[in-house]
Structures are given as structure tokens and as C-alpha cells.
């Protein structure tokens, strides 16, 4: 392949891949009628490709990041769900905890309850034997005096008997003699 071409105005040599050699090909492949390489159109073309690689680099990077931040930000959600799930649990558990201390508080002041009921129940037990002692012990006094009263009465209708036959039997004494 050729290196040099030369340039038809200055009889110089120009290598073809400078800008001005580029031009001089241009120019000869106009003048024949033939295909136009522009190397300066090839060089924005390459410059808007890479333009448009760098760009769609930078879209993909984008992506990626809005992908990444995605992922974050639901990696936080789900965090935040099982953070919030847990406490949730969590109080749950403490509310039956205190339900239940309260339950077994109530249990144990019905526990006393019963006690001091059973505890009245005695006392109120005690007093009524208290109550039937005291009947019984009035009954037994009622009956003692009932009796030493009747006894007492079949006592004095004695002694009166007695001593009206004495007086009788002096009185008639007295009247015979």
C-alpha cells in the first residue's frame, strides 16, 4: 500500500494520512466519479458513536445505580417491616405478659378473698356455737331455777302443811284441854 501521494499544486510529497493528503485522495475520487471517503466525516462519526457508547454507558451506569438504590431502598423497606413486625411482636408479648400477671394478680386476690371468706365462715361458725352454748347454758339455768322453784314451792307447801297441822294439831290441843 501506498504511503505518499503527491499533491498535484506543489509536486510535493504528502502522506495519505495526514488531512491534507486525505483531502487530495477526496478530491481525485470526486473527479473520477467514485465513492467520497471523508475522513473528517468518519472522525465526527466516530466521535458520535463514541458520543452515543459514553452515553449509553452512562444510561447503563444510571441504571445500574437506580437499580442498586432499588434494591436499597426495598432492602431498607423490608428492614423497616421486620423491624416494625418485631416490636409489633414484641409489645404483643408484653401485653399478654401484663395480661396474664394481671390475671394471676386477680387469681391470688381471689385466693385471699376466698380465705377471708372461709375465715368468716369460721368466725361466723364460732359465734353461732357461741350462740347455741349460750341457749343451752340459759335453757339448763331456766330449767335449774324451774325446778328449785318447784322445788322450793313443794318445800314451803310442805313446811305450810307442816306447820298448819302443827298449828291445827296445837290449836286442837289447846281446844281440848
Given at each position: ?42 472522525d ?10 459514553n ?17 436499597r ?19 404483643r ?13 386477680d ?8 380465705r ?21 347454758n ?20 310442805r ?8 298449828n291445827n ?5 289447846r281446844?281440848?284441854?
Open positions: 500500500m501506498y504511503n505518499k501521494i503527491v499533491n498535484p499544486l506543489t509536486k510535493r510529497k504528502v502522506s495519505v494520512n495526514s488531512k491534507l493528503g486525505q483531502q487530495i485522495i477526496n478530491n481525485y475520487i470526486n473527479q473520477l466519479g467514485g465513492a467520497i471517503y471523508d475522513n473528517n466525516r468518519n465526527n462519526n466516530r466521535n458520535e458513536n463514541n458520543r452515543n457508547d452515553n449509553r454507558n452512562d444510561n447503563n451506569r444510571n441504571e445500574n445505580e437506580n437499580e442498586i438504590n432499588r434494591n431502598n426495598e432492602d431498607a423497606r423490608i428492614r423497616n417491616r421486620n423491624r416494625n413486625r418485631n416490636e409489633n411482636e414484641i409489645n408479648n408484653r401485653n399478654e405478659d401484663a395480661r396474664i400477671r394481671n390475671l394471676n394478680e387469681d391470688r386476690n381471689e385466693d385471699e378473698i376466698n377471708n371468706i372461709n375465715e368468716d365462715d369460721r368466725n361466723e361458725d364460732e359465734i353461732n356455737r357461741n350462740i347455741n352454748e349460750d341457749n343451752r340459759r335453757n339448763r339455768n331456766r330449767n335449774r331455777n324451774r325446778n328449785n322453784n318447784r322445788n322450793n314451792n313443794r318445800n314451803n307447801n313446811n305450810n302443811n307442816r306447820n298448819n297441822n302443827r294439831n296445837r290449836n286442837n290441843n281446844n281440848e284441854n
